[in-house]
C-alpha cells in the first residue's frame, strides 16, 4: 500500500479514495414542474440526475410514499431514477414525477418481496447460494454458485418455484462464493499457519477520536495485528468485528495515535480519488473497486440487502451467513477483501465481501455498506488529521480503470501523475496474467472463506479475499 512517512508518524495507507470531481448537489424533495397548459396542469419531465443525487432523490421518494414505494434504480443510459410504485392512486404517481423520477407501477410491494426473502432464509440456507431483491424485474433473483449441486440444488429450485414465478427467478453463477482477502493497499498479519493478507477500505476516525480502517469483517476475524508489509511489525489493532450475521466489517485502529492518514483511495501510479463522504448504493449505478490484487476494476450495482451463503470458515457442514450486502457484476479475487467500493465523484459506497468469478471471467461480487458499517463502529469517515493532497496526485478512476496492467503496477496509460479519470482506466486492465492474480490466489477450492485464510497460498500469502 503506498504511505508516506513525517513527522509524528505518518502512515498513509491509501483508502480505496478517488479523487473529488465535485461536491454532490442535494435535491430538494420535489423538482421543478413545468406548466403545459393555461388550466394549471403540471407535467414534470424525468430530471437528469448523477448515480449519488439519484440515490438521495430515492430516499426521498421512499420516505414520500412510504408503503407505495417498491424500490428504485438508476438508469445509467438516461440518468434517470425509476422508481417503483404499487398504488393505483394517480396522486402516487403525480408526487414521484414531480419529484423527477421516471414512475413504474409494478405488482410486488416492498414487503411482500421481503417475505421471499425470509422463506428462503427458512428453507433454502445453502452455502453457495445469494439472494436480493432486483428492482429492474420487481422480483427476488436468487443465484447458485458451481458447488449447490445434487439434492441442495433440488431444495434450492423446489423453494423458488414454490414462490412463484412472479416473485423470484433462480440462475447459476459458475464460479464459487468465497470471501476474498485483499483490497485498496494490501494490509498483511502474520496467523499460526502463514500470512492472510487483504485491503483497506477507508480511513476514518474512531468514536474516540483516535485514527482507524474499516475493512472486512472476516479478515478481522481472521487475525488481530495488521502490517502494511508482509514482513513489517504491525502497526494496526482490530477494535471491532462483524461476521458471519449483519455485516462483513471491522474497525481497525492504528496502534500510533499520532499517525496522520488521508481520506482517498489510491489506485496507482501516484494517482488518488479523494473520498468526500459516505453513500448508499443505487441499482443500477456505475462503481469502482480497488484492490491489492486485481487493482482497479468497475462495473454496477445489481443488487441491495442482498443475503450470501458462505461455506462456514470453521464447521465443514455450516453456513456462514451474511446479510445487508450490496450485490454488484464488479470482479474480484483473492486478497481483494476489505477493498474500496466507491463512485466517481468520490463517495465512499463499500468495502469488498466476497463473490464468484475473476478478473478475467467476471461474476458477482458483494460489498458492506459503508454507511451501515460507520453507523455500527461509530466511526466517521475521514483523514484524522491530514488533508487528502498530502496524498499525491487526484484521479479519476474512470479514466484509470481500464488501463491498469494489475494491482502493483497499475500503467494508467497517459494518467501518471496527472488528473485522471477512474473510468477511463477501469476498462483498460491487461487482465489476470499480470495480476498476483488467478494462479496465485483465485482456485474455488482454496477460496471458500475465512478458514482458508489460515492457509498460505501459492505465492506466501492467504488466498482468500
Known amino acids: 500500500m503506498s504511505h508516506k512517512r ?43 440526475l448523477k448515480a449519488t443525487d439519484a440515490s438521495d432523490l430515492a430516499s426521498q421518494l421512499q420516505d414520500l410514499l412510504g408503503q407505495a414505494f417498491a424500490g428504485s434504480y438508476y438508469d445509467s443510459g438516461k440518468q434517470q431514477l425509476v422508481v417503483n410504485v404499487i398504488s393505483g392512486d394517480n396522486n402516487i404517481v403525480v408526487q414521484a414525477e414531480k419529484a423527477g423520477a421516471v414512475v413504474r ?26 439472494w436480493a431483491v432486483d428492482p429492474k424485474t420487481n422480483k427476488v433473483v436468487v443465484t447458485a454458485d458451481s458447488t449447490v449441486t445434487g439434492s441442495n440444488w433440488d431444495t434450492l429450485e423446489s423453494t423458488v418455484q414454490s414462490l412463484g414465478s412472479n416473485m423470484a427467478t433462480l440462475k447459476k453463477s459458475s464460479g464459487t462464493f468465497k470471501t476474498l482477502v485483499s483490497g485498496g493497499d494490501a494490509i498483511f498479519s502474520q496467523v499460526q499457519d502463514g500470512t492472510v493478507r487483504c ?47 449483519a455485516g462483513d466489517f471491522s474497525l481497525v485502529k492504528y496502534n500510533d495515535p499520532a499517525t496522520q492518514t488521508t481520506s482517498d483511495v489510491n489506485i496507482g501510479n501516484g494517482q488518488t480519488v479523494a473520498i468526500n463522504q459516505a453513500v448508499d448504493a443505487t441499482v443500477g449505478e456505475t462503481v469502482f473497486r480497488m484492490g491489492s ?26 453456513v456462514d451467513t451474511v446479510t445487508g450486502l450490496i450485490q454488484t457484476n464488479v470482479c474480484a479475487e483473492a486478497g481483494d477483501s476489505g477493498g474500496s467500493l466507491f463512485t466517481q465523484d468520490g463517495g465512499a459506497v463499500g468495502m469488498t465481501s466476497g463473490g464468484s468469478g475473476d478478473c478475467t471471467s467476471g461474476g458477482e461480487t458483494f460489498f458492506q455498506p459503508v454507511t451501515t458499517a460507520l453507523q455500527a463502529t461509530g466511526a466517521t469517515l475521514g483523514d484524522a488529521g491530514a488533508g487528502a493532497g498530502d496524498a499525491g496526485a487526484t484521479a479519476d478512476p474512470s479514466a484509470t480503470a481500464g488501463d491498469e496492467n494489475g494491482a502493483g503496477d497499475q500503467a494508467g496509460g497517459d494518467q501518471i501523475g496527472g488528473t485522471a479519470d477512474p473510468s477511463a482506466t477501469a476498462g483498460d ?19 471458500t472463506g475465512t478458514g482458508d485464510l489460515s492457509g498460505t497460498g501459492a505465492d506466501g500469502t492467504t488466498s482468500s479475499n
Not at 486485481?294 to 462456514?312: I, K, P, R
Open 429 to 447: 486492465q491487461t487482465g489476470t496474467g499480470d495480476e498476483t492474480g488467478t494462479g496465485d490466489e483465485t482456485g474455488t477450492g482454496d477460496e
Open 293 to 318: 490484487t486485481t487493482g482497479l476494476h468497475d462495473g454496477q450495482v445489481t443488487g441491495l440487502d442482498a443475503t450470501v451463503n458462505f461455506q462456514s470458515e470453521t464447521d465443514p457442514n455450516g
Open 105 to 130: 407501477q409494478v405488482q410486488n410491494s416492498t414487503s411482500e418481496l421481503a417475505a421471499v426473502a425470509q422463506t428462503l432464509k427458512t428453507k433454502a440456507t445453502i452455502p453457495g447460494t445469494a
Open 199 to 245: 485491503s483497506l477500505g477507508f480511513n476514518v476516525t474512531a468514536s474516540d477520536g483516535t485514527p482507524a480502517f474499516l475493512t472486512a469483517g472476516h479478515c478481522g476475524v481472521a487475525a488481530k495485528d495488521w502490517s502494511d508489509s508482509e514482513t513489517g511489525q504491525p502497526i494496526a489493532t482490530v477494535d471491532q468485528a462483524q461476521f458471519p450475521g
Open 6 to 48: 513525517i513527522p509524528k508518524r505518518k502512515a498513509a495507507i491509501a483508502v480505496g479514495g478517488v479523487a473529488a470531481l465535485g461536491a454532490a448537489a442535494f435535491l430538494l424533495p420535489m423538482a421543478n414542474a413545468s406548466q403545459d397548459n393555461a388550466s394549471g396542469a403540471t407535467t414534470a419531465a424525468p430530471k437528469t
